[in-house]
């Protein structure tokens, strides 16, 4: 069956922001993220935030190097009364990890002048997908209001450049991105949905918190880990994983048969070993084009893709048919 998308916009519940601002926000989430941020140009009024250089990959991990949330971190400067330059900093992140995680920053704030903030009533996050360039002149557009566009790794399908962008806006902007909208693209949540899980760049949610090391769901292999930049909470568990191999883990891109919803944070099972899972579901979506199929990015160990099957919640479960990431592995 052939895969027909078109270009869309739909309103991201699942995605928020949490902002970081301060005369000492650079130093502080330096110490803070598995990702460097001190190199991140800041964006100005009406300008793309490109994807890695000025919309970056990071992660937050506890002190036993677990991720506790991965997101996309854009910066912007403003001034103060007596006209000192403040960064501030959006962190594009889960939105039911919104909350937790701007209290848990918050804990390490002390004495530095850093305000975190966690702004799920203030900013809607919505995703704009473009198919091979067909919308470039609208996304000028949209980011000559003011309204946040931050650019995401292009994801290809069936020979379709697909090009995503997560747009912020306050909600008294909303009704303008609407307007703005109304007349070029169609809502399609599941597309944004499964181009995430086709794009293998994890989001961790609350029912991952905590439950991989960066590199068990790729972080290294998609510049999401600085290796050089120095101490953040977890860092000894990250680069001994990196420097001595012990990643036996990684996270794959499958699907399964099946019209029902996968829950994130489903255990996955080897047919060797009915007792042990091997892995869990990490996101999952239904295919835009065939009705019976969830595709979903799975953490899974190497060892149990070399023999035998992997099912979806217990050997029982529906086979996982596993295909290529869309990237090469930083090996270790």
């Not at 650019?151 to 912020?168: A, F, H, K, S």
């Not at 909470?233 to 699907?255: D, M, N």
């Not at 255990?267 to 084009?289: K, R």
Request: with cysteine; glycine share 6%.
């Amino acid at each position: 069956m052939s895969l027909t998308l078109a270009p869309s916009i739909t309103e991201l519940n699942n995605w928020s922001i949490i902002t970081v601002t301060g005369p000492d926000a650079t130093d502080f989430l330096q110490n803070q993220l598995t990702n460097s941020v001190k190199s991140i140009k800041p964006i100005d009024l009406g300008e793309l935030a490109l994807a890695h250089t000025q919309n970056r990959f990071a992660g937050y991990c506890s002190a036993k190097g677990r991720l506790m949330g991965s997101f996309w971190i854009t910066r912007k400067n403003t001034q103060n009364e007596s006209g000192e330059v403040i960064p501030e900093y959006q962190l594009r992140i889960s939105s039911d990890l919104a909350q937790t995680l701007s209290k848990r920053l918050s804990m390490f704030v002390l004495r530095s002048k850093v305000k975190v903030t966690d702004q799920s009533g203030h900013y809607k996050v919505y995703g704009l997908v473009d198919i091979n360039n067909s919308m470039a002149t609208l996304v000028q557009k949209i980011g000559a209001t003011g309204i946040g566009v931050a650019e995401l790794p292009i994801v290809q399908v069936d020979g379709m450049n697909c090009q995503r962008y997560l747009l912020t806006c306050t909600t008294e902007q909303e009704t303008l991105l609407q307007d703005i909208c109304s007349n070029n693209l169609n809502t399609a949540i599941n597309v944004w949905d499964w181009l995430e899980v086709q794009s293998g760049i994890p989001r961790v949610t609350q029912s991952t918190y905590e439950q991989f090391v960066p590199q068990m769901v790729n972080m290294e292999s998609l510049k999401g880990i600085d290796f050089q930049k120095g101490c953040y909470p977890g860092q000894e568990v990250v680069a001994r994983s990196q420097y001595r191999g012990t990643i036996k883990r990684r996270l794959q891109i499958g699907y399964v048969d099946s019209h029902n919803e996968v829950a994130i944070g489903t255990e996955i099972f080897h047919s060797e070993d009915p007792q042990q899972p091997c892995g869990m579901v990490v996101l999952s979506a239904h295919h835009p084009s065939i009705e019976q199929r969830i595709d979903i990015q799975a953490e899974c160990k190497l060892e149990a893709l070399e023999t035998g099957s992997v099912h979806l919640g217990s050997v029982h479960g529906p086979t996982i048919q596993f295909a290529s990431l869309p990237y090469p592995l930083i090996e270790i």
